[in-house]
C-alpha cells in the first residue's frame, strides 16, 4: 500500500490542544518541525543543512506525477520522503530526501538539459520532470517501493478558515495556541528555505569551497510564521572565522588583496553577487541591490520555492541573535503563541506592515514582548531570564565573539537555563497562562513611558535613554544599536495609543466562548469573542479589513489522496515544450 501523510493544521487536533500543555496534540505538518523541536540552535541548523544536501526540488505537472516521479528517482537510491506542494499559477513541485547525499549527487549527474542551445547550462538541485519517450506503465505492481508523500505541504489556512478555528477553542488562552500552530511556519517551510539557502552556496562553492549560507531571522529563530521571508548570510569561509591556529601551515593560497574599506569591498562583492542571482541561478527573480544600508543585502524571489530572500555578507551578529531568540522561545511553552499573538496583534490594526518603513518591526515587537517576560512581580518570578543571567550560566563551549569584535557569548543549553530558573528564583514560578499574559503584556506597555526611557533586555529593566530616537529598544549583543531606531515619533505615539485602546478593550470584550447549547441561537454562538472580538471590534483600526490577513494566496485544503484514483491517471508529467 502507499503511504500518504496527511499534511495540516486539522481542526480537531487544534482543538484538543489544553492550555499549560506542552505536550498537547500538534499538527502533523509541522511533525517534522517537532524533530528538531528539541535540539539546540546549531543542532537544528546543521540537520536542516544536511537534510537540505539530501534534497532535490522537481517541478512536476500535477501531484499525480509523484508516483511516477518517485518511482523514477528510486533508481537512484532510497528516498526518504517526498513534499508536494503548488505555488500560484497552479506551478507543481515536489521535494525528494533522498537518505544519502550522494543519491542526489547520481541524479544531478544523470539529469540533462533541454534545447541546450537557448539555456544557460547551469546545474543545480532545481529540477523538471519531463514526459518520458516511451509510455508509463499506468499501474503500479506490489513489488514497488511505497511512495511516501505529503500533498500540498504548504497550505495555509484562508481568512475565514482560521477565524472559525479560532472562534471554535475552548478558551481565550487556547485561542492563542490556535492561532500560533496554524500560522508558524511548518516542516516543508523550513526545508524549502534551507534548499534555498543551499542554491546559493552550490552556486558559489568552487571559489569559495569552505563556503556555508546560513539563514537566520524568523526562519530560524522560532518566531516564523507561513511564508515569512528568508534572511540569509553568506559566509565565505567559515573555517578560517574559528580560531584554528594555521600558523604552522607552510601553503598558503594565493589571493586578491582586500581593499582597505572594507565597505566598499562588501559593496562590489554584493553587487557581484547580485548579477549572479539574476543572470544565472534558476528561479531567482526581481533582483534589488540595497548597498547603502547599514548591512548592505540583495533582495531577490525565489520563484520554485515561492520564497522572497535578504542575502547579507556580513551580518554574524545577527545570526548569533537568531540563535539568542530561539533559545529564550524554547526555555517556554508560552513564549512564542505569546508573541505570535502580539505580532497578529498589531499586523491586524495596521501598526506592522510588510515594507520597511517608520513603523514597528516584527523583530522589535518581539523584543518587546520578551522584555515584558523578563519582568517579576512582588511574589511571582519572571517567565524569562536577563541576558545577564545568559552570560553569567555561559559554559567553556558557549564562547563566541564575531569578526567584528561583537560579544556573543551566552548559555545555549536550554535545559540548564531551564534548571536555573526553576532553581534559583526565591519566588513563586510564573505559572500564568496565555491569557493572562496577553492581559499583562498591554497593561505593562501602557504604562511604559517611552519618552524618557529604553528596553534592555540585558538586565530586563529599563533605562534612561541614550538619545532623542522616539523609541529604544537597545540591541542585546551590540549594545550601542537602537533595534527600533526607524520608527518615528507618530508611529510611537499611535503604538502607545494602540497598547491603551486594547487594553481598555481586554476589560469589556469577552474572553470566553459563548454556550453552544441548543438555548442559544446559532447566530450568538458565531459571536466573535477574545481575539476575534479583540480584532474584529470596532474601536480596531482593522474594522473592515479581512481578520487575520495571511498575505499568502490560498491553496487548495490538504487531503489524503485517492491511490486508487491515482494509477489510473495518465501520465502527465510537464513535456519538452515546458521549460
Ligand atoms: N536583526 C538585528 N538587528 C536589527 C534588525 C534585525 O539583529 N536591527 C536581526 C535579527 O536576528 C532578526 C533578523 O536580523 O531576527 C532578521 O530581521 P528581520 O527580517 O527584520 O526580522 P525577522 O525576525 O526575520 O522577522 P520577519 O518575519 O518580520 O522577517
Ligand atoms: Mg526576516
Given at each position: 500500500?502507499?503511504?500518504?501523510?496527511?499534511?495540516?493544521y486539522?481542526?480537531?487536533?487544534?482543538?484538543?490542544?489544553?492550555?499549560?500543555?506542552k505536550?498537547?496534540p500538534?499538527?502533523?505538518?509541522?511533525?517534522?518541525?517537532?524533530?528538531?523541536?528539541?535540539?539546540s540552535?546549531?543542532?537544528?541548523?546543521?540537520?536542516?543543512?544536511?537534510e537540505?544536501?539530501?534534497?532535490?526540488?522537481?517541478q512536476?505537472?500535477?501531484?499525480?506525477?509523484?508516483?511516477?516521479?518517485?518511482?523514477?528517482?528510486?533508481?537512484?537510491?532510497?528516498v526518504?520522503?517526498?513534499?508536494?506542494?503548488?505555488?500560484p499559477?497552479?506551478?507543481?513541485?515536489?521535494?525528494?530526501?533522498?537518505?544519502?547525499?550522494?543519491?542526489?549527487d547520481?541524479?544531478?549527474?544523470?539529469?540533462?538539459?533541454?534545447?541546450?542551445?537557448?539555456?544557460i547550462?547551469?546545474?543545480?538541485?532545481?529540477?523538471?520532470?519531463?514526459?518520458?519517450?516511451?509510455?508509463?506503465?499506468?499501474?503500479?505492481?506490489?513489488?514497488?517501493?511505497?511512495?511516501?508523500?505529503?500533498?500540498?505541504?504548504?497550505?495555509?489556512?484562508?481568512?475565514?478558515?482560521?477565524?472559525?478555528?479560532?472562534?471554535?477553542?475552548?478558551?481565550?488562552?487556547?485561542?492563542?495556541?490556535?492561532?500560533?500552530?496554524?500560522t508558524?511556519?511548518?516542516?516543508?517551510?523550513?526545508?524549502?528555505?534551507?534548499?534555498?539557502?543551499?542554491?546559493?552556496?552550490?552556486?558559489?562553492?568552487?571559489?569559495?569551497?569552505?563556503?556555508?549560507?546560513?539563514?537566520?531571522?524568523?526562519?530560524?529563530?522560532?518566531?516564523?510564521?507561513?511564508?515569512?521571508?528568508?534572511?540569509?548570510v553568506?559566509?565565505?569561509?567559515?573555517?578560517?572565522?574559528?580560531?584554528?591556529?594555521?600558523?604552522?601551515?607552510?601553503?598558503?593560497?594565493?589571493?586578491?588583496?582586500?581593499?582597505?574599506?572594507?565597505r566598499t569591498?562588501?559593496?562590489?562583492?554584493?553587487?557581484?553577487?547580485?548579477?549572479m542571482?539574476?543572470?544565472?541561478?534558476?528561479?531567482?527573480?526581481?533582483?534589488?541591490?540595497?548597498?547603502?544600508?547599514?548591512?548592505?543585502?540583495?533582495?531577490?524571489?525565489?520563484?520554485?520555492?515561492?520564497?522572497?530572500?535578504?542575502?547579507?555578507?556580513?551580518?554574524?551578529?545577527?545570526?548569533?541573535?537568531?540563535?539568542?531568540?530561539?533559545?529564550?522561545?524554547?526555555?517556554?511553552?508560552?513564549?512564542?503563541?505569546?508573541?505570535?499573538?502580539?505580532?497578529?496583534?498589531?499586523?491586524e490594526?495596521?501598526?506592522?506592515?510588510?515594507?520597511?518603513?517608520?513603523?514597528?518591526?516584527?523583530?522589535s515587537?518581539?523584543?518587546?514582548?520578551?522584555?515584558?517576560?523578563?519582568?517579576?512581580s512582588?511574589?511571582?518570578?519572571?517567565?524569562?531570564?536577563?541576558?545577564?543571567?545568559?552570560?553569567?550560566l555561559?559554559?567553556?563551549?558557549?564562547?563566541?565573539?564575531?569578526s567584528e569584535g561583537v560579544?556573543?557569548?551566552?548559555?545555549?543549553?536550554?535545559?540548564?537555563?531551564?534548571?536555573?530558573?526553576?532553581?534559583?528564583?526565591?519566588?513563586?514560578p510564573?505559572?500564568?497562562?496565555?491569557?493572562?499574559?496577553?492581559?499583562?503584556?498591554?497593561?505593562?506597555?501602557?504604562?511604559?513611558?517611552?519618552?524618557?526611557?529604553?528596553?534592555?533586555?540585558?538586565?530586563?529593566?529599563?533605562?534612561?535613554?541614550?538619545?532623542?530616537?522616539?523609541?529604544?529598544?537597545?540591541?542585546?549583543?551590540?549594545?550601542?544599536?537602537?533595534?527600533?531606531?526607524?520608527?518615528?515619533?507618530?508611529?510611537?505615539?499611535?503604538?502607545?495609543?494602540?497598547?491603551?485602546?486594547?487594553a481598555?478593550?481586554?476589560?469589556?470584550v469577552?474572553?470566553?466562548?459563548?454556550?453552544?447549547?441548543?438555548?442559544?441561537?446559532?447566530?450568538k454562538?458565531?459571536?466573535?469573542?477574545?481575539?476575534?472580538?479583540?480584532f474584529?471590534?470596532?474601536?480596531?483600526?482593522?474594522?473592515?479589513?479581512?481578520?487575520f490577513?495571511?498575505?499568502?494566496?490560498?491553496?487548495?485544503?490538504?487531503r489524503?489522496m485517492?491511490?486508487?484514483?491515482?494509477?489510473?491517471?495518465?501520465?502527465d508529467?510537464?513535456g519538452?515544450?515546458?521549460?
Open positions: 500500500a502507499k503511504l500518504y501523510k496527511r499534511t495540516s486539522l481542526l480537531p487536533a487544534l482543538r484538543k490542544s489544553t492550555v499549560g500543555n505536550n498537547a500538534k499538527s502533523s505538518s509541522h511533525e517534522g518541525q517537532a524533530a528538531t523541536q528539541n535540539m540552535f546549531e543542532n537544528m541548523v546543521e540537520s536542516r543543512r544536511e537540505a544536501c539530501r534534497s532535490i526540488l522537481v512536476v505537472h500535477s501531484e499525480q506525477s509523484c508516483f511516477h516521479l518517485h518511482k523514477y528517482c528510486c533508481q537512484y537510491g532510497e526518504k520522503g517526498m513534499h508536494h506542494y503548488s505555488l499559477g497552479s506551478s507543481h513541485f515536489v521535494l525528494v530526501e533522498f537518505t544519502h547525499k550522494a543519491n542526489v547520481h541524479i544531478l549527474k544523470c539529469s540533462s538539459h533541454v534545447n541546450r542551445k537557448e539555456v547550462p547551469v546545474r543545480s538541485p532545481f529540477l523538471w520532470f519531463r514526459a518520458p519517450n516511451k509510455p508509463l506503465q499506468p499501474n503500479h505492481t506490489s513489488s514497488e517501493p511505497p511512495t511516501p508523500v505529503e500533498i500540498n505541504g504548504n497550505n495555509i489556512p484562508a481568512p475565514a478558515e482560521l477565524r472559525n478555528w479560532i472562534q471554535a477553542a475552548e478558551s481565550f488562552s487556547d485561542q492563542i495556541l490556535v492561532l500560533h500552530r496554524a508558524s511556519l511548518n516542516d516543508l517551510g523550513s526545508r524549502l528555505r534551507f534548499l534555498t539557502a543551499r542554491q546559493i552556496e552550490l552556486a558559489l562553492s568552487g571559489l569559495f569551497p569552505q563556503i556555508t549560507v546560513m539563514p537566520f531571522g524568523s526562519s530560524v529563530n522560532g518566531f516564523g510564521k507561513a511564508a515569512c521571508d528568508l534572511d540569509l553568506l559566509l565565505a569561509d567559515k573555517e578560517e572565522t574559528n580560531d584554528e591556529d594555521n600558523s604552522d601551515c607552510r601553503i598558503v593560497f594565493h589571493a586578491k588583496t582586500l581593499l582597505t574599506n572594507g569591498q562588501v559593496q562590489r562583492h554584493m553587487e557581484t553577487l547580485g548579477d542571482v539574476q543572470m544565472l541561478l534558476p528561479g531567482c527573480s526581481h533582483v534589488r541591490r540595497i548597498l547603502q544600508a547599514r548591512v548592505p543585502i540583495i533582495k531577490y524571489h525565489q520563484d520554485l520555492t515561492g520564497v522572497e530572500c535578504d542575502l547579507s555578507m556580513t551580518n554574524m551578529s545577527a545570526l548569533y541573535m537568531s540563535e539568542l531568540l530561539y533559545i529564550l522561545g524554547a526555555s517556554d511553552w508560552r513564549v512564542r503563541p505569546l508573541v505570535f499573538a502580539v505580532r497578529s496583534w498589531a499586523r490594526i495596521g501598526l506592522t506592515n510588510p515594507t520597511p518603513g517608520r513603523w514597528i518591526t516584527n523583530f515587537l518581539t523584543l518587546l514582548v520578551l522584555f515584558y517576560l523578563q519582568q517579576h512582588k511574589h511571582k518570578g519572571p517567565v524569562l531570564p536577563t541576558l545577564n543571567t545568559m552570560i553569567s555561559a559554559g567553556s563551549g558557549d564562547h563566541r565573539i564575531t560579544n556573543c557569548t551566552f548559555i545555549r543549553d536550554v535545559s540548564q537555563l531551564c534548571h536555573h530558573m526553576a532553581s534559583s528564583s526565591k519566588k513563586l510564573n505559572t500564568d497562562n496565555l491569557e493572562t499574559l496577553f492581559i499583562g503584556f498591554f497593561e505593562f506597555y501602557s504604562s511604559f513611558d517611552f519618552t524618557t526611557h529604553a528596553i534592555s533586555l540585558t538586565n530586563g529593566t529599563s533605562v534612561t535613554k541614550p538619545d532623542h530616537s522616539p523609541m529604544y529598544i537597545a540591541n542585546p549583543l551590540e549594545r550601542g544599536l537602537n533595534v527600533s531606531k526607524n520608527v518615528s515619533h507618530d508611529e510611537t505615539e499611535r503604538l502607545r495609543i494602540e497598547f491603551r485602546n486594547t481598555w478593550m481586554l476589560e469589556s469577552s474572553l470566553t466562548p459563548h454556550e453552544t447549547s441548543l438555548t442559544v441561537s446559532q447566530k454562538a458565531d459571536e466573535a469573542w477574545g481575539l476575534t472580538a479583540l474584529e471590534a470596532p474601536q480596531s483600526a482593522a474594522k473592515g479589513r479581512n481578520i490577513y495571511l498575505p499568502t494566496q490560498r491553496v487548495p485544503p490538504p489524503i485517492d491511490v486508487s484514483n491515482l494509477f489510473q491517471q495518465d501520465t508529467e510537464v519538452d515544450s515546458f521549460v
